[in-house]
T-cell receptor, first 112, second 112 residues
Framework: GESVGLHLPTLSVQEGDNSIINCAYS??????FIWYKQESGKGPQFIID?????DKRQGQRVTVLLNKTVKHLSLQIAATQPGDSAVYFC???????????FGKGTMLLVSP | ETGVTQSPTHLIKTRGQQVTLRCSSQ?????VSWYQQALGQGPQFIFQ???????GRGNFPPRFSGLQFPNYSSELNVNALELDDSALYLC???????????FGPGTRLTVL
């Protein structure tokens, strides 16, 4: 079936670097996308979302970019901190369905 | 914090037994979705409840069932447990008509 996938299973960066986590999706009907952060032993934490009528959305230290042409999503984290170390998932859904489809996740490791 | 709580935190059962997991609802959120997250994987959608009725189901057998109560809290019941049911079970709250879902901390189920 259609699913969301991630290119890099593990990303290691130094504190202060900018991090980019990528995600490919295949369901052309999806028009709502969310990035979640999951720390060990905890549930996924909402970071930022974007709808398909937008190409870019910014939050605090995070930016999500959406390229609908190639079905690609990315999460940029500015000035990465050790507290950003976690597994990051992108999830997608067609509007109104609320059945999120997740990929496997990317582990972000931030070294001091 | 999302305001979504789940109980118990951890649970150990043996194959063939039945289990009930519980989820409280964040104030004002009237949909509840359940996800199964195997180790190292992204969450997989089990089903969603709205107005105390099932409102969408993923690829899970009928031995996975649920309830939603008038106060929007919810239960996930799994009968005839199998070893592969060992996973983190996540509850997510949302608001009907919107797509964002907020997750609880999960219940770690181990089936021996």
């Amino acid at each position: 079936g259609e699913s969301v996938g991630l290119h890099l299973p593990t990303l290691s960066v130094q504190e202060g670097d900018n991090s980019i986590i990528n995600c490919a999706y295949s369901n052309s009907a999806s028009d709502y996308f969310i990035w979640y952060k999951q720390e060990s032993g905890k549930g996924p934490q909402f970071i930022i979302d974007i709808r398909s009528n937008m190409d870019k959305r910014q939050g605090q230290r995070v930016t999500v970019l959406l390229n609908k042409t190639v079905k690609h999503l990315s999460l940029q984290i500015a000035a990465t901190q050790p507290g950003d170390s976690a597994v990051y998932f992108c999830a997608e859904t067609p509007s109104g369905y609320s059945t999120l489809t997740f990929g496997k996740g990317t582990m972000l490791l931030v070294s001091p | 914090e999302t305001g979504v709580t789940q109980s118990p935190t951890h649970l150990i059962k043996t194959r063939g037994q039945q289990v009930t997991l519980r989820c409280s609802s964040q104030s004002g959120h009237n949909t509840v979705s359940w996800y199964q997250q195997a180790l190292g994987q992204g969450p997989q959608f089990i089903f969603q409840y709205y107005r105390e009725e099932e409102n969408g189901r993923g690829n899970f057998p009928p031995r996975f069932s649920g309830l939603q109560f008038p106060n929007y809290s919810s239960e996930l019941n799994v009968n005839a447990l199998e070893l592969d049911d060992s996973a983190l079970y996540l509850c997510a709250n949302g608001l009907a008509g919107t797509d964002t879902q907020y997750f609880g901390p999960g219940t770690r189920l181990t089936v021996l």
